[in-house]
């Protein structure tokens, strides 16, 4: 497997913690581009090696635009120096939740500044999380932002709705890794752009039409076993890092998870080893 880029954000119901399973489906696939329609925090990206062609993508035009900044050699030397003298405690984080960004890279230091310092990394309703022991300290970001930043150079960033990165047409073999909101999601919210019925509806049928391999997690339930019937299921369980789920008295909780293909797996043994 390939070694992995660190992880640059803290990001609600990551994949990070379920990389050694999500590597069975793209390890031994041939693909020269690669996709993701929903990249969030995007564990699987940094996790795997990059192809002649990726492309990633969210709805959440500020988590895009820190992607951006950081994927710019001067703006993220910038970030870099501004972090390296930066503090983190619940005053200044109060400050920042409440300051107005007048440019991009400010768009960027902000949303950076807060996703590593409030709770899980959430930014909706989001509340001072960091723990001065257990978090890494702003001096240390760079140690994020530098290596995600060379790995982001070339790579294609943009903010928009998901049929359009499923069906744009390519001449290369496309992969996607598909990491849509949850059928059944938590009562807490997590993301800034949720998902209704219509939208899941709409992104099967996306997936269904298209000519690109994918493959797709999603929450075990009926409905999505309905929705997905013409492709293949796979039953997977991982640990999840936020309380979507599953998380016990501050513990970590075995999951179980669908992680849906519309093409064969090399003969890899147990998906649970």
Not at 68 to 84: C, D, G, M, T
Not at 87 to 98: C, D, G
Request: hydrophobic share 35%.
């Amino acid at each position: 497997m390939t070694k992995k880029t660190p992880v640059l954000f803290r990001y609600p119901g990551g994949k990070f913690y379920a990389i050694k399973l999500l590597s069975k489906f793209w390890e031994g696939i041939s693909h020269q581009e690669y996709r993701e329609p929903f990249v969030g925090g995007g564990s699987v990206f940094f996790s795997k090696k990059k192809v002649k062609t990726n492309w990633l993508n969210d709805l959440d035009s500020e988590l895009v635009q820190t992607y951006k900044s950081i994927k710019s050699r001067k703006e993220r030397n910038i970030l870099v120096e501004k972090f390296a003298n930066e503090i983190a405690n619940k005053e200044r984080w109060r400050e920042v939740f409440e300051f107005s960004p007048q440019s991009n890279l400010e768009v960027a230091w902000k949303y950076f500044y807060l996703n590593r310092t409030s709770f899980s990394g959430k930014l909706v309703s989001p509340a001072w999380g960091y723990r001065p022991k257990r978090s890494l300290p702003p001096e240390r970001w760079k140690e994020r932002i530098m290596p995600c930043g060379e790995k982001l150079e070339g790579v294609k960033l943009s903010a928009v709705d998901f049929e359009k990165v499923i069906s744009a047409k390519s001449e290369n073999e496309v992969l996607m890794f598909v990491d849509p909101p949850y059928f059944k999601p938590p009562k807490t919210k997590h993301y800034r752009n949720g998902f209704n019925l219509e939208d899941h509806e709409r992104l099967a049928k996306s997936l269904k039409k298209t000519n690109h391999k994918f493959f797709l997690t999603y929450d075990d339930c009926d409905e999505i076993r309905d929705l997905y019937s013409w492709a293949k299921i796979h039953e997977v369980k991982f640990f999840y890092r936020v309380d979507n789920s599953n998380v016990e008295n501050g513990k970590r909780k075995m999951g179980f998870e669908l992680i849906i293909t519309n093409y064969e797996l090399p003969k890899q043994g147990d998906l649970f080893q």
